[in-house]
């Protein structure tokens, strides 16, 4: 043995340098695990904390009408940016800019101090106050637009363009479903922030590299939506309703001319209505068509070969037991035409041809004109129409259905089937948009849509002459009358279910008159339903007559010749009374102000607002905020409160409430 | 490692063979050429140094440009230590074994001495609550990084006596190690927990080498449990630093902060890196980014293609330091190479686990590529050791096949 033991010496050295090197294994495996199978975890995680994107929204697409009226447009309005980085004498650029600005020369100086890479000076100015600043010259001081939606139509159409938020995105109607056409794409600024929130490496701002939205040509006609919506709120107004839906199809096409629903909002204000005026009733909301389902039960047990068209039927002298159950007429009859029971609208009529045609094969028609579907248009929210499984019918809701009573439509459906009658026997669902114009230049037309016969075109000719003799002196929809056009339609009153008490509400009634013109060659199918009229309540006395006014309108919109043999003003082609047109001068509404600015460098008052809104100005902030919000609704307190020194990394925690 | 090689050597005889030996390899007699330095040693440590250097460079100019206005402020300081440790790791080589095994005794009392007069308030430089630094002519350094080193010197010149005179005698391996609680002490007084248990551990090591039995040594270890639980449970950080080990995501905002921002920050490296400079974490995401936590820069920087040559240049200064230490020319040489060996391979390996959240959060340097300039300075002249001892351990074997 010498100075050491050299064999256990080298062991334990050997010892050691394996205790070593599984450290170090243990270190490559453990990086190889972060960097190789969590890379995309830890990436996205480090993406989030260093950048923070500033986005400039794209300028948002026009909607029009089918004739290239505006609907709703995107207005660019100036706004004034600096680029605090870049302007080299804050204080005189202060001086020179607060007065043009109009702004506290305290507060203009305060944010172009900052080293932040960009901060609004005041947004949404006017184009004189954007020219001074220009004039100015200013190093880092720039004007971008800034897209403003606004209908220069206000209450028309409101309901089926729907609004766009605070953050431009569409929220209700059109600008919703066709959001991402109508939308663009932002321009994203990537910006790499510290974690002190501040600027490091230089992005650059360019207002003119952003891809704008597309446009949007709709199947509407402004002058028939506005003389349809006017209508129906005279209408509404003289029955003293709660509101009213009126739906305007072309025949050839099953193209929307026009949807009202009363009472409307003005959508350049749309966060002054309540969510329930907002609700686009005629596809969100359903109503039981009554009386108006009869020519559709009469068209297919025509078609069955259920009845023979000249038949007669025993009226039961206005009541009849059904099972244990007793239908009543308004007014007793006793034999009655198929025809007759169409124009006196016979209750137990509609109830025995049901009831020839079978409860399976009634069902199956009512299927093939689109009853218990969606329509499918392009809007949001539309409910599917209520049709309960025809096994699940008893004999009693066999006979009710053929009247109208335990099957449920939105207008647009009603009038999807109406259209069936009115173009030889073929439907088509209905649709509301004509073209999608891209940036580019390209035009996008929507699919073809599949078309599929549901009667033969005699069985459709029978059923209109019927329905003509409705709208008579024989008939209860006399009011319906169109002087110079012959006109098929059908009246309807269907009390409304009452949701308290169960079963169907005594008072509460929904007025239909749905139908077609001119009758020879139809063109326009109208459908109008009264909700809640007072005191007179049937369809013949409170529809009709709006039904009336809106077809005559159309048929000089579209300057339809008049029938043969009808005496009627001439179909001259009327100038448009389009109050809309001048509205796109006059209701502008007023711009709102730009938003309040925090200081820089302090904590912004996030009180009052909803999570969007807070998500709006968090963007705009950028990074050196840790949001952290917590419940729903508005924000009830934050943490650190308004106004607090803003310092690196700062945690912001906001709790939300539904007031 | 070829057969082992069982040679007796009396003290005296070995000691001027060696010194013969020596002779001849540094080419101070016969006129022949002395023996080069061994060149993994070399140039591992070169590519340390200089990976060390590119990355405090890079971790710290933004911090640097902000607080000092110079983004070169770190490099130049950190340049400046490296040139001073590289003149200190050549003397190293160049100072006999004689000297060093003489001298060792007074290389404690100075380092002593320094560990002392560091925790008297007005000499000792406070700072982030511990007494740690001693400055001299304005530039700050850690008496704890030569006390690591004159420890080592200690500790191989009591074990080779101790072999020469009772190699059977157990217990008498144990009095170097109490000797050696002396530093740890006053190193713990300052507090810094993290070289005290980096001392411990090489004494250990090198009483392990010596022929202290592993039961024995886990028995010592064990008597010292209680004492590191009052340290780390009886020191607030310290506890904290534990729980968020145990789950840093769970601590993600305040005590867990610096682990997963190093995690995230090694993670998005990816295999190749984002390329030397492009790291964004340095940006005051992550704290200590060019100190204690400059691997998690290297990962996010240069990949897991740095990480692996980062790991295995280490890999190779353990591997040839702890070679050198088996083929050593005497028993001095020996203990000496395997602990300052261990003054790199023991921090190296704690510092990447801690950066990967391996073991939890500790202030240990990762050795060459850390900023620092004691340490830098420090390790290099260990390695210069380490570096001599192989010379001359190949010198002693040459000269041995040559009779």
């Given at each position: ?21 599984a ?10 695990q ?16 260093y ?7 794209a300028?948002?697409?026009q909607v ?23 302007v080299?004498?804050p ?42 600043v ?5 190093d880092?001081?720039?004007i ?30 059109i ?7 109508l939308a ?13 929130g ?18 949007l040509?709709?199947?509407?006609d ?7 919506q006017?209508?129906?709120e ?9 509101g ?7 025949v050839g096409t ?15 204000q ?41 038949a007669t039927l025993f ?9 244990d159950h ?7 009859h006793?034999?009655?035409s198929v ?13 025995k041809?049901?009831a020839?045609l079978?409860r ?7 299927r ?18 209520l049709?309960?499984p ?12 053929s ?8 207008a ?12 030889d ?20 037309t ?39 056009y012959?006109?098929a339609?059908?009246?309807?009153t ?15 009634y ?13 063109r ?7 909700d809640?009229?007072e ?32 005496a ?9 009374p389009v ?18 600015v ?12 909803t999570?969007?809104?807070?998500l ?29 020194a ?10 939300l409430?539904?007031? | ?16 063979m ?22 993994w ?12 250097i ?14 000092y206005?110079?983004?070169?402020h ?15 790791l ?14 060792a ?17 007005g ?37 080779a006596?101790?072999d ?7 217990q ?5 190690v109490?000797?050696?609680?002396v530093?740890?002490?006053l ?35 064990l ?9 780390v ?12 080990f145990i789950?840093?995501?769970a ?20 295999v ?23 691997f ?25 330091g ?5 083929r ?24 990447l ?29 260990a390695?210069?050791?380490?570096m ?11 000269w041995?096949?040559?009779?």
């Amino acid at each position: 043995m010498t100075g050491h033991d050299r064999r256990r010496f080298a062991a334990r050295g050997r010892f050691l340098a394996v205790v070593l090197f599984a450290g170090l294994a243990l270190v490559v495996g453990r990086t190889v695990q972060l960097q190789v199978l969590e890379h995309d975890t830890l990436t996205a995680l480090a993406r989030g904390e260093y950048l923070s994107d500033l986005r400039l929204p794209a300028r948002r697409g026009q909607v029009y009408d089918r004739h290239g009226k505006p609907l709703a447009i995107s207005v660019d309005v100036p706004s004034v940016f600096a680029n605090p980085a870049a302007v080299v004498d804050p204080r005189t650029a202060a001086r020179r800019l607060a007065p043009v600005l109009g702004l506290d020369l305290d507060s203009v100086y305060q944010r172009l101090a900052g080293d932040r890479l960009f901060v609004w000076l005041k947004r949404q100015v006017t184009p004189e106050i954007a020219a001074q600043v220009t004039a100015l010259h200013q190093d880092g001081v720039g004007i971008t637009k800034e897209s403003r939606r606004f209908y220069p139509n206000r209450e028309v159409a409101a309901h089926l363009l729907g609004f766009v938020g605070v953050d431009g995105h569409g929220l209700e109607g059109i600008e919703r479903i066709f959001d991402p056409d109508l939308a663009g794409e932002p321009q994203v600024v990537p910006t790499v922030r510290d974690a002190r929130g501040k600027a490091v490496l230089k992005g650059s701002v360019d207002p003119e590299r952003r891809t704008d939205g597309s446009d949007l040509r709709l199947t509407l006609d402004l002058r028939v939506q506005h003389s349809t919506q006017t209508e129906l709120e005279a209408g509404v107004r003289a029955a003293h309703a709660k509101g009213g839906i009126a739906v305007v199809l072309d025949v050839g096409t099953a193209e929307v001319l026009a949807l009202a629903t009363v009472p409307a909002f003005n959508p350049n204000q749309a966060a002054q209505s309540d969510a329930q005026t907002r609700r686009n009733r005629a596809v969100t909301d359903l109503f039981e068509p009554g009386s108006s389902l009869k020519p559709i039960v009469v068209a297919a047990a025509l078609e069955a070969r259920a009845i023979e068209p000249g038949a007669t039927l025993f009226c039961e002298n206005g009541a009849m037991r059904v099972a244990d159950h007793t239908i009543r007429d308004t007014k007793p009859h006793g034999w009655l035409s198929v025809a007759d029971i169409l124009a006196k609208s016979s209750n137990i009529g509609a109830a025995k041809i049901g009831a020839n045609l079978g409860r399976d094969r009634l069902a199956a028609a009512l299927r093939t004109f689109g009853f218990g579907e969606r329509s499918g248009v392009e809007l949001p929210g539309e409910v599917a129409g209520l049709l309960r499984p025809a096994e699940t019918w008893s004999t009693v809701s066999t006979a009710t259905i053929s009247f109208g009573h335990g099957v449920a439509v939105n207008a647009l459906q009603l009038g999807a089937a109406y259209r069936v009658l009115a173009a030889d026997g073929r439907y088509l669902p209905p649709t509301l948009i004509q073209a999608v114009l891209r940036p580019d230049g390209a035009v996008e037309t929507p699919p073809v849509r599949a078309e599929r016969r549901v009667l033969a075109e005699k069985t459709a000719a029978r059923v209109t002459g019927m329905l003509e003799k409705v709208v008579s002196a024989d008939g209860t929809g006399l009011l319906a009358r169109v002087p110079g056009y012959r006109v098929a339609g059908k009246t309807g009153t269907a009390q409304k279910p009452d949701p308290v008490a169960g079963g169907y509400s005594a008072d509460r009634y929904v007025a239909v008159f749905a139908g077609y013109l001119p009758a020879e060659a139809p063109r326009v199918v109208i459908v109008v339903a009264i909700d809640e009229p007072e005191d007179v309540h049937t369809g013949g006395a409170v529809a009709a007559p709006v039904f009336a006014s809106i077809g005559l309108s159309t048929m000089r919109f579209l300057g339809v010749v008049p029938s043969e043999g009808q005496a009627g003003p001439p179909p001259a082609a009327v100038a448009p009374p389009v109050a809309a047109e001048s509205t796109l001068v006059d209701n502008r509404p007023p711009l709102p102000a730009g938003r309040k600015v925090a200081p820089p460098g302090t904590v912004p008052s996030f009180l009052g607002m909803t999570s969007r809104e807070v998500l709006g100005v968090y963007a705009q902030l950028g990074a050196g905020l840790n949001l952290e919000m917590v419940g729903s609704g508005r924000v009830v307190s934050q943490d650190p409160s308004p106004g607090a020194a803003r310092a690196g990394g700062l945690r912001l925690r906001l709790n939300l409430a539904n007031q | 490692m070829s057969t082992p090689v069982v040679r007796s050597r009396r003290d005296s005889t070995s000691r001027s063979m060696a010194a013969m030996a020596r002779e001849e390899s540094r080419g101070h007699g016969g006129g022949r050429k002395g023996l080069p330095l061994c060149v993994w040693l070399v140039g591992a440590v070169a590519a340390l140094v200089g990976i060390g250097i590119v990355l405090v460079y890079s971790s710290s100019s933004v911090f640097a440009a902000r607080t000092y206005q110079d983004a070169e402020h770190f490099l130049r300081l950190q340049l400046g230590w490296a040139v001073l440790g590289l003149v200190g790791l050549w003397v190293a080589t160049r100072t006999s074994a004689e000297l060093l095994h003489r001298r060792a005794g007074l290389f404690l009392a100075v380092s002593l001495f320094l560990c002392a007069i560091v925790l008297i308030p007005g000499i000792g430089h406070l700072a982030g609550g511990a007494r740690r630094w001693l400055t001299v002519a304005g530039v700050g350094f850690q008496p704890s990084e030569v006390a690591k080193v004159a420890v080592v010197l200690m500790m191989a010149a009591m074990l080779a006596r101790r072999d020469s005179q009772s190699p059977e005698a157990r217990q008498s391996l144990l009095v170097p190690v109490a000797l050696a609680q002396v530093p740890v002490l006053l190193i713990l007084a300052e507090p810094d927990l993290g070289t005290a248990l980096v001392i411990e551990i090489i004494v250990g090591m090198m009483v392990f080498m010596a022929g202290l039995r592993l039961r024995t040594l886990g028995l010592i270890g064990l008597a010292a449990l209680p004492v590191f639980y009052h340290l780390v449970v009886g020191t607030p950080f310290r506890l904290q630093r534990l729980l968020s080990f145990i789950d840093p995501w769970a601590y993600r905002s305040t005590i867990g902060y610096q682990v997963t921002e190093a995690l995230i920050s090694i993670g998005s490296g990816g295999v190749f890196g984002v390329g030397l400079g492009e790291g964004k974490h340095k940006l005051f995401f992550l704290p200590e980014a060019h100190t204690d936590f400059i691997f998690a820069i290297l990962g996010e920087e240069l990949g897991l293609v740095g990480v692996v040559a980062l790991v295995g240049a280490f890999g190779i200064v353990i591997w040839r330091g702890l070679e050198a230490g088996r083929r050593a020319a005497t028993g001095f040489d020996a203990y000496l190479a395997v602990g300052a060996t261990m003054l790199l391979g023991v921090p190296a390996v704690f510092n990447l686990l801690v950066a990967t959240g391996l073991l939890p959060t500790k202030g240990l340097p990762l050795p060459l590529i850390s900023y620092g300039g004691s340490n830098l300075v420090l390790t290099l002249v260990a390695l210069g050791l380490v570096m001599r001892v192989e010379r001359d351990g190949r010198g002693v074997a040459a000269w041995e096949a040559a009779t």
